[in-house]
């Protein structure tokens, strides 16, 4: 599975206008759904107008199957554990730090940022 490309809205806009297709369309291919030739040149042209490729992670209904309960000592070690942001956490930051530089937001506002 191809990862998934982040860009806004509005480029979504721009890219479904420069190819003449619907928003759908370029929804699908940036998520890697689709395989034809158009999907492949919408990525590639997302990713060079400043699109964010992002891995995709199995369903949050998946990962809460395999959670531990709180009653045994492998939960508690979890707790205790700092917990290291993955790949997913550290793009995403990266796509909203420059999101806020670019519309002239100090980035000091931003050092603490939840994702």
């Known amino acids: 599975m191809k990862p998934r490309i982040i860009v806004s809205h ?5 890219l479904s206008g420069l ?3 619907s928003l759908p ?6 998520r890697g759904n689709t395989r034809s030739a158009l999907s492949e040149h919408i990525r590639e ?3 060079m107008r400043g699109g964010i490729p992002v891995r995709q992670t199995k369903s949050v209904a998946h990962a809460a199957q395999k959670t531990v309960s ?3 000592p492998l939960a508690k070690e979890k707790t205790d554990t700092p917990k290291t ?6 793009t995403m930051r990266a796509f909203l730090l420059s999101l806020a530089e670019a519309n ?7 050092e603490d940022i939840k994702v």
């Open 70 to 72: 709180e009653k045994t």
């Open 85 to 90: 942001p993955s790949l997913e956490e550290k």
């Open 104 to 110: 002239g937001v100090k980035i000091k506002d931003f």
């Open 45 to 47: 042209l997302a990713l």
């Open 10 to 14: 509005g480029e979504m806009n721009a």
């Open 25 to 30: 369309t370029v929804r699908s291919a940036l």
């Open 19 to 21: 190819f003449s297709v």
